[in-house]
């Protein structure tokens, strides 16, 4: 007799009139190598196969609801398409890009400007003093801190002043300086490490934002492939008990039959019909599981309140496969290590605590500071001086000032001719510094501890991918033993079933067996079902799911 199998749980069915047929599955995973439902060939008793239908349209024949054949993938699409916390978290990494951006623009290139205009007239206290005055001025600077800590600016000045009085020989004076600074930190502050600080732990912060949006995708994935399986698994569950209910019918029918030729006592009738009730409870509790189990489906797939949908049937059409590998246990533990968004979270805050604790070690040294500046300046008047010999000694008698423009105070500023220039030092250091003793033992203290989290995280991934790993071998001897225990089964109810038509058995015998094939193959499709959703759990726990799937992730 040839076998067929039901998507993705096996169901065993009913061999018409006497006993259970038999359902095996035939396996395949067309969805990027995830586990997904099969599809069910129905066989009859003369060996030939009829044409394939799915599992869940077999189940759910009854159902008269609309029905929405929904695939993996579909689903997973559907998740994303309004889960409003994905957005969320989507935008966190583009954040945090900004956020480097933020901290890197502290080097760039600063430009200011400024200008004013006065006037003042007072009175006169003799007529050698200017009773009015007009200035006005204009400013221009730019500056720039490097990373390696050094300071430096150059500004432009240029100043207008008009006055007038008996000893003011130039009425109206242009003064312009061009002035050259810097500052170099050599103790507190010096070098790159000190002064990036804020810019690595922001790019710290787009690795966390990126971890933690890839973990909030693989939670979604995995709660979308769960929920599906649990939706195959409550349809098949619910074909099962439709079955079951059907056995019981048919031996309902067959008791009546013989109690009317008077060869079977009447009470068998009442065992029977109490079978029959006990079953038709089985199969409204299994109905209800799929209604719960599709609404599950659709919150997690973000269907809205008011979308049709939540009165239409779900179909799951994915196959999947049981093809039990062994499963190196030391290579999962490896490959959680290296791709577990947990792990690198944890380990980019450590390096975040390191960097901290550098930067407070940075200030325990006093400060000492290099500083210089250079100014030229220049003028738009010249003037000259003569001088007599007075018994062999120069004497000046008379000064001739020549006035000229702005241009001409601009063009001095370059000649270099008049400047000054001073270099210095600058030392300081907290009396105790008991300030930055303190934040030093606080940031020692943080990447201490954070040490011990990374550690610990490891530990509890370790036992989490162990334990993983440990379920999809047990869920996969547990397929192989509930397979077993089907078939032994299907043949302890055929057995019976001769027997009881040859009158050597009861009807409550027969309905006996025929609840222990019920739990069998309830079994069964509950072992399918832990075995499909513990190979997700691997996936989820060695943070390879998007790799299985091949989803590839693009931030914003």
């Known amino acids: 007799m040839k076998r067929h199998f039901l998507s993705y749980l096996i169901v065993i069915g009913m061999v018409l009139g006497v006993c259970g047929g038999v359902f095996e599955a035939v396996l395949d995973s067309p969805f990027g190598g995830s586990p997904a439902g099969c599809a069910v060939a129905q066989e009859q008793k003369t060996g030939e196969a009829s044409s394939p239908i799915t599992g869940a349209q077999l189940a759910l024949k009854a159902d008269p609801r609309e029905k929405r054949e929904i695939?993996?993938?579909?689903?997973?699409?559907?998740?994303?398409?309004?889960?409003?916390?994905?957005?969320?978290?989507?935008?966190?990494?583009?954040?945090?890009?900004?956020?480097?951006?933020?901290?890197?623009?502290?080097?760039?290139?600063?430009?200011?400007?400024?200008?004013?205009?006065?006037?003042?007239?007072t009175e006169a206290q003799s007529r050698y003093q200017a009773s009015t005055s007009k200035n006005a001025d204009v400013n221009a600077n730019i500056s720039q801190m490097l990373k390696q800590g050094f300071n430096w600016s150059a500004g432009w000045t240029s100043y207008r002043n008009e006055s007038a009085s008996l000893i003011t020989p130039v009425p109206i004076s242009y003064l312009s300086a061009l002035t050259l600074q810097f500052r170099q930190p050599l103790l507190r502050g010096f070098g790159f490490a000190p002064n990036t600080t804020s810019l690595e732990i922001a790019k710290l912060d787009v690795t966390n934002s990126e971890e933690g949006f890839r973990s909030a995708v693989i939670g979604t994935i995995g709660n979308?492939?769960?929920?599906?399986?649990?939706?195959?698994?409550?349809?098949?569950?619910?074909?099962?008990?439709?079955?079951?209910?059907?056995?019981?019918?048919?031996?309902?029918?067959?008791?009546?039959?013989?109690?009317?030729?008077?060869?079977?006592?009447?009470?068998?009738?009442?065992?029977?019909?109490?079978?029959?009730?006990?079953?038709?409870?089985?199969v409204i509790v299994a109905e209800a599981t799929i209604r719960a189990a599709e609404d599950n489906l659709r919150y997690i797939m973000n269907v809205p309140p008011d979308s049709p949908e939540w009165n239409m049937g779900l179909v799951p059409v994915d196959r999947a496969e049981f093809e039990p590998k062994?499963?190196?246990?030391?290579?999962?533990?490896?490959?959680?290590?290296?791709?577990?968004?947990?792990?690198?979270?944890?380990?980019?805050?450590?390096?975040?605590?390191?960097?901290?604790?550098?930067?407070?070690?940075?200030?325990?040294?006093?400060?000492?500071?290099?500083?210089?500046?250079?100014?030229?300046n220049g003028n738009n008047f010249k003037s000259e001086t003569k001088t007599v010999d007075v018994g062999g000694v120069p004497t000046p008698i008379d000064t001739t000032v020549t006035v000229d423009t702005l241009s001409e105070s601009a063009k001095e500023v370059f000649r270099d001719n008049y400047w000054n220039w001073q270099v210095g030092l600058t030392f300081s250091l907290p009396i105790g510094n008991r300030n930055a003793k303190a934040t030093e033992a606080r940031a020692r203290i943080a990447w201490e501890q954070q040490k011990m989290t990374v550690e610990n995280t490891q530990r509890s991934l370790t036992v989490e991918v162990r334990n993983s790993v440990l379920s999809v071998e047990t869920a996969a001897k547990a397929v192989t033993a509930a397979r077993a225990n089907v078939r032994l089964q299907e043949k302890k109810v055929e057995a019976e079933q001769k027997r009881y038509d040859n009158g050597m058995s009861t009807s409550f015998q027969v309905l006996t067996y025929q609840t222990d094939l019920t739990t069998a193959r309830s079994q069964l499709i509950s072992a399918m079902s832990a075995y499909q959703k513990s190979l997700v759990s691997l996936d989820v726990s060695t943070g390879r799911l998007l790799d299985t799937l091949g989803i590839r992730l693009a931030s914003k």
């Open 71 to 121: 695939s993996m993938r579909e689903a997973i699409e559907a998740a994303f398409s309004n889960n409003l916390n994905i957005a969320i978290r989507r935008m966190d990494p583009e954040s945090a890009n900004f956020g480097v951006t933020e901290q890197d623009a502290q080097f760039d290139p600063l430009f200011g400007a400024s200008g004013g205009y006065s006037e003042a007239k």
């Open 224 to 282: 979308v492939e769960t929920a599906y399986w649990d939706l195959s698994a409550s349809i098949f569950s619910y074909q099962v008990q439709l079955e079951s209910l059907k056995l019981a019918n048919d031996l309902l029918d067959l008791n009546r039959k013989k109690v009317e030729v008077g060869t079977l006592a009447p009470i068998q009738i009442t065992e029977a019909e109490a079978s029959v009730a006990s079953r038709e409870q089985s």
């Open 326 to 376: 062994p499963i190196d246990r030391d290579e999962m533990i490896r490959i959680a290590m290296a791709n577990r968004p947990e792990i690198k979270q944890a380990k980019a805050v450590l390096r975040q605590r390191e960097l901290s604790w550098r930067f407070a070690q940075n200030y325990l040294k006093p400060g000492l500071d290099a500083s210089g500046s250079y100014t030229a």
